[in-house]
Every structure is written in C-alpha cells, then in structure tokens.
C-alpha cells in the first residue's frame, strides 16, 4: 500500500488508496510525520483487518491554520490565529468529494495541534463518524470552557496522551493532563464510544504508532 501525492485545491495531499476500501482516514501532517507515513499506515493494518484509504495533507502554518480562536504565543513567539474554519472547509468541500468515493465511514485524525482540531471539528460538522485526537493540544486557551458548554457531532473518539507530557515546565502546557481527564469526562456524557488512552514517554515519542492506534480504535468501535 503506497502513497501517491496528488494537489487539491494547492494543498499536497498523500493518498494511500484501497479499492476495498470501508473507511476513510483524514489527516493533517507536517514534515516530519510525513516522513513517518508509510509506517503509520502499516501500523494502522497491523492493529485493524479493516480496509481503509488514507488521505493525509500537509499544514504548512501549524499553529495559523489548526487552532479555532486567536490566542498569544505559549513558546516561542508565533501567536495562535482562527485558521481552523478554513481547514474545516477545505476537508468537508474540496478533500472529501475527492476522496471519498463509495466509503461510508470517514474519520478525522491528528496529532498534537491537529488533535484539536480533529476535536473542534467534530464539534462543527457531524461528516466525520469518528475522531482522533491523539496528543491533542487541550491545554489550549479556552479550549475546556469551550467542550463543557458543546457537544460534538459525531459517534465515537478517541484520546490519547503521553504519560510525561503534563510534566513539563511550560505553565500552559503543563495544563494538558488535567484538561484532557476533563476532556474525556465530558465525552462520557455526549457520546456513543470514547476511550482515553495513556502512552509512555513525552510528547515527542512514536507519532505514527499513537495515530494508528487511534485509527485503529475508532475503526474497529464502528
């Protein structure tokens, strides 16, 4: 199963199709889990027997395009924009008529930043049957008061979070253990399937091997 890279509407989107094909995996992607890809998806085979066409696309203004609200720096010195509504779009109105084909189930995943906007997004829309938000950046600036008065659209999430990750000196950042226990007691209440799942290591440890079992999870729960 290899990728192919195709340009849709000035997004460099990587396809791994399958013509047998019952779900279908939507991405956002940097560079460097671009170069973990193919690996990804033959860890996603290895953890589901579910036939599935992956459609990752590459986000080159991380935190522009992946956050919902305006919000200062938290390291660094680039502020978070409101870039989320037009990511939203570009999946719902130009990715998907693509590549979605006869495929019934369509699930939206990311990690870090792209877990909260998987989140946010099943929040908007209910075109996507499942999520996954692995590593999801719920430390985000008024990202819990905002889940506690919202409900998402969709039937089943996933969560996941590094085990070291809340430990870290960043004050914001650190906030990311306790607001995803919260993220995960408001899911309990307002939809089908949840489950919160607890990697080791930091933020930074196997990407592609948190995803796929994200993937994997929602795929085999629908």
Same mark, same amino acid.
């Given at each position: 199963?290899?990728? /192919?890279?195709?340009?849709?509407?000035? *997004?460099?989107?990587?396809?791994?199709?399958? @013509? &047998? #094909?019952?779900?279908? +995996?939507?991405?956002?992607?940097?560079?460097?889990?671009?170069?973990?890809?193919?690996?990804?998806?033959?860890?996603? *085979?290895?953890?589901?027997?579910?036939?599935?066409?992956?459609? #990752?696309?590459?986000?080159? &203004?991380?935190?522009?395009?992946?956050? @919902?609200? @305006?919000?200062?720096?938290?390291?660094? =010195?680039?502020?978070?924009?409101?870039? #989320? /509504?037009?990511?939203?779009?570009?999946? /719902?109105?130009? +990715? +998907?008529?693509?590549?979605? &084909?006869?495929?019934?189930?369509?699930?939206?995943?990311?990690?870090?930043?792209?877990?909260?906007?998987?989140?946010?997004?099943?929040?908007?829309?209910?075109?996507?049957?499942?999520?996954?938000?692995?590593?999801?950046?719920?430390?985000?600036? %008024?990202?819990?008061?905002?889940?506690?008065?919202?409900?998402?659209?969709? =039937?089943?999430?996933?969560?996941?979070?590094?085990? %070291?990750?809340?430990?870290? *000196?960043?004050?914001?950042? #650190?906030?990311? !253990?306790?607001?995803?226990? %919260?993220?995960?007691?408001?899911? *309990? !209440?307002?939809?089908?399937?949840?489950?919160?799942?607890?990697?080791? !290591?930091?933020?930074?440890?196997?990407?592609?091997?948190?995803?796929?079992?994200?993937?994997?999870?929602?795929?085999?729960?629908?």
């Amino acid at each position: 199963m290899k990728g /192919t890279i195709v340009d849709i509407s000035g *997004k460099e989107c990587h396809l791994y199709r399958n @013509p &047998d #094909a019952e779900f279908l +995996l939507i991405q956002p992607i940097d560079e460097h889990e671009l170069e973990v890809l193919d690996k990804e998806v033959e860890s996603i *085979k290895e953890l589901s027997d579910k036939p599935f066409l992956l459609a #990752a696309f590459i986000i080159k &203004d991380w935190n522009q395009e992946l956050t @919902p609200w @305006p919000a200062p720096p938290v390291f660094g =010195k680039v502020p978070f924009g409101s870039g #989320a /509504t037009d990511t939203l779009e570009f999946v /719902t109105s130009r +990715l +998907l008529p693509v590549v979605q &084909d006869e495929v019934s189930h369509v699930i939206l995943g990311g990690y870090s930043l792209a877990g909260l906007f998987a989140l946010w997004a099943s929040y908007q829309t209910d075109r996507f049957g499942g999520i996954v938000a692995a590593s999801p950046s719920v430390w985000f600036p %008024k990202w819990i008061e905002y889940a506690t008065i919202n409900k998402p659209l969709t =039937k089943s999430i996933y969560l996941s979070l590094g085990d %070291k990750e809340e430990k870290t *000196k960043n004050p914001v950042m #650190a906030q990311v !253990g306790n607001a995803i226990r %919260k993220q995960e007691e408001l899911l *309990k !209440g307002q939809v089908e399937k949840t489950i919160l799942e607890w990697n080791p !290591g930091n933020h930074f440890v196997d990407s592609e091997k948190r995803m796929a079992k994200g993937f994997a999870w929602v795929m085999n729960s629908l």
